[in-house]
């Protein structure tokens, strides 16, 4: 399977002696796992499998108790002199540099606060008036094809509202389309459907060297894997935290502004936070610097400091360690697979290659509604993007390789209950 | 003082008396209320007088153990399926339809998402959009000269972003720069700083008549007095719901499209939360009908089910019964500064007139700084708006006439305390 993205199958009969097998070997993979111990950290149960966590990562057991003070003490109880002495007001830089090193960010470059979808529409609208006012030539928006629709969807208002047109280019033909006229690309990290990794130091230096600017989005890598942004020369950045960052549901994402670009940096959104001395109440507008520079409004707290609260997991914690159990975990995976799943039911749309892999594995499925349905009856909690992608993410900081064996052995048992279509 | 900005002040000697009269009136006007009695339904102490709810409303008592079932229960143990099963997913719309009567709106015209700030650049936008594109020559935005700060900065941006300019009117005379030139006209309902209410009414109708498009910014009305959205024929507005609503800090603000405009409401933030079916993951976008094509991308599940939590203390609250207490209440609390305070100190910003009257004070003060600190400190807890104003908000859900009277008191002792500056 490490070269075929064509799951080859086995015959049933060997399943008993490979089940142990594969088993033996989850066991041994996670007493010598590193990470093993921060699975306790989280809320999980071994009466299920939680493998989506791409797209809501698990609670760590403390937020609850921390939410509960910023409820019942901070907001209950000094009320509005949290905003100040409780560091309520600074929540979104604060937690900016938590995320910094992160994704390879020096401090001062990170703000958490609004959705996704609003960062991106900052950090391109902000792309493009950074631009050269000289090089008017310069007026194309470059936009991954393949990309989770909102940045498309954000992208096209950006474009639409700064006057240049979008140009949807597949990212693995982006180098080739790259040119005079490229003003911004805004590409993903890692692809929301297929976990296909795309080459961030590659693109970002084809990117400056056509003249234009990169935006990366780091929603599906963020957590996962090294980004390196400030190494890679990254100029805007968004990402998300409710995924590998286990922020919980909706939790703010984040905007990178590099340092390099921020006296320049001229949001879409320039609410009051953003504003150098917001309690002054002016009419006049006059940016803060620094990463304070893409705040919008008024935080929303107990989200982020949810979220500030469940960044402690990752005290101590090596992304180099993460990244390696990331990989091994979804080359188990994808091992299992092929030893459990009946011939031709299923084949992988991630790449086999190591450099080319975020940390999910999607499979495509003829049957995929059904079968994840039955997956998710039996406690396997993966996701289905339709119509016919089985998704699992793995979150290297609490899925155990013991979990990798047993979803792909569920999944083996539900293709063969599920008839394949004709 | 109820016909005079000025505080006309009465001899100290007088005060003990007084002191006791007001303390008794307040008991008496208490003992009558009949929103006493929901006061219990918040976190609040007698050691001090809350009077910023219009910041930040205090905390419901049932709300921790709402938020603690969200975070242990939903997410902690549903995890992703809390989405569909669990109700996040509709949230936005469901908790906009809690708000709608609060604010005079029929169901599937508001949704709860992003910041105020956020959703000026929606609607501002948004109503520039739906202008006749036979009438070019309508090409200003009319903002409100007096507009909390970031209301003007996002409507520049919105106007900077449409190629149309902005032209700041003191909202004492909209009427009379309105004309053929007009298309929107963005308002405040209540000025942040004087406490004065606008005619919601006469300017929507006058906008109306003038062709333009009325935007109204709810932030200090929403839970403290009957707006009447429907009836007036507003066709946008932005809301907040962490001050009279109660919904806890930075809670998201809420945007209401009028029915009649929703078919042609066309987003500047058409993030994927707003398509048709968002899981298709379609790359062409597709807005969704009614209030969904408000949102943008995914809701902070914590912070939006904090509010919806706390929207239940309004169950069976009548709005004519809120405005009535809200209207006493500042009524006395002027009376008690006129009777308290050493004369000439303070003068208020608030009109005097109801009509013209939200639920607060401002109270203008050369020492207000200082002033607000030593209250503060006595556990009188207004605030200050640099450089001269003293704000002391009145909740009726919560405030009592004990501590309007209080808090008079307290500020009538403050002020012989600090030096009235030359």
Redesign the interface.
């Known amino acids: 399977m490490s070269d075929a993205h064509e799951t080859a199958g086995t015959p049933r009969e060997h399943h008993t002696s490979q089940d142990k097998s594969l088993a033996v070997q989850a066991a041994m993979l996670d007493s010598a796992d590193e990470l093993a111990a921060l699975r306790d950290l989280f809320?999980l149960h071994d009466d299920s499998v939680?493998l989506?966590g791409n797209?809501?990562g698990?609670?760590p057991r403390h937020?609850?108790e921390r939410?509960?003070d910023v409820?019942?003490r901070?907001?209950?109880?000094l009320?509005?002199?949290?905003?100040t002495e409780g560091g309520?007001w600074t929540a979104p830089e604060r937690i900016g540099d938590r995320i910094a090193p992160l994704v390879g960010a020096g401090p001062g470059q990170i703000v958490v606060g609004?959705?996704?979808?609003?960062n991106v529409?900052k950090a391109v609208v902000g792309a493009v008036r950074l631009l050269d006012p000289a090089e008017p030539a310069r007026d194309e928006i470059l936009v991954d094809?393949t990309?989770?629709?909102?940045d498309?969807?954000?992208a096209?208002?950006a474009a639409r509202?700064?006057g240049l047109p979008i140009v949807?280019v597949d990212p693995e033909k982006l180098l080739g389309a790259l040119g005079p006229r490229t003003a911004v690309v805004l590409v993903n990290h890692v692809d929301f459907?297929t976990g296909r990794l795309h080459d961030l130091p590659g693109i970002t230096a084809a990117v400056h060297e056509a003249g234009a600017l990169a935006v990366w989005d780091l929603c599906h890598s963020a957590g996962a894997l090294p980004v390196g942004l400030d190494a890679q020369g990254v100029d805007l950045a968004v990402g998300c935290t409710?995924k590998y960052l286990n922020g919980?549901?909706?939790?703010?994402?984040f905007l990178y502004v590099a340092e390099r670009h921020q006296a320049r940096f001229d949001?879409?959104?320039?609410?009051?936070?953003a504003?150098t001395d917001?309690?002054?109440?002016?009419?006049d507008?006059t940016a803060a610097d620094g990463a304070v520079r893409g705040r919008?409004?008024?935080?929303?707290?107990?989200?982020?400091l949810?979220l500030e609260a469940a960044l402690d997991v990752w005290e101590g914690v090596s992304l180099a360690a993460v990244r390696e159990k990331s990989l091994a975990l979804t080359d188990f995976f994808l091992e299992c697979v092929e030893a459990y799943a009946p011939p031709g039911r299923v084949r992988s749309l991630t790449p086999a290659a190591h450099a080319e892999r975020g940390s999910q594995i999607a499979l495509r499925c003829a049957e995929a509604p059904a079968v994840m349905a039955a997956l998710i009856a039996r406690g396997i909690?993966g996701?289905l993007?339709?119509p016919d992608v089985l998704r699992f993410g793995f979150t290297p900081l609490y899925t155990r390789f013991a979990d990798a064996e047993r979803a792909a052995r569920a999944l083996g048992e539900v293709l063969t209950e599920v008839p394949a279509e004709d």
Chains 1, 2 share one sequence.
């Open positions: 809320a939680y989506d797209s809501l698990a609670l937020v609850p939410v509960q409820i019942t901070q907001w209950g109880e009320r509005i002199r949290s905003w309520w609004d959705s996704t979808s609003v529409f094809a990309t989770f629709p909102t498309g969807y954000i096209r208002s509202m700064t949807p459907r409710y919980g549901p909706g939790s703010p994402a949001s879409p959104l320039p609410g009051w936070n504003h917001p309690f002054a109440m002016s009419p507008f919008v409004g008024t935080p929303d707290i107990l989200s982020m949810a909690v996701d993007r339709r």
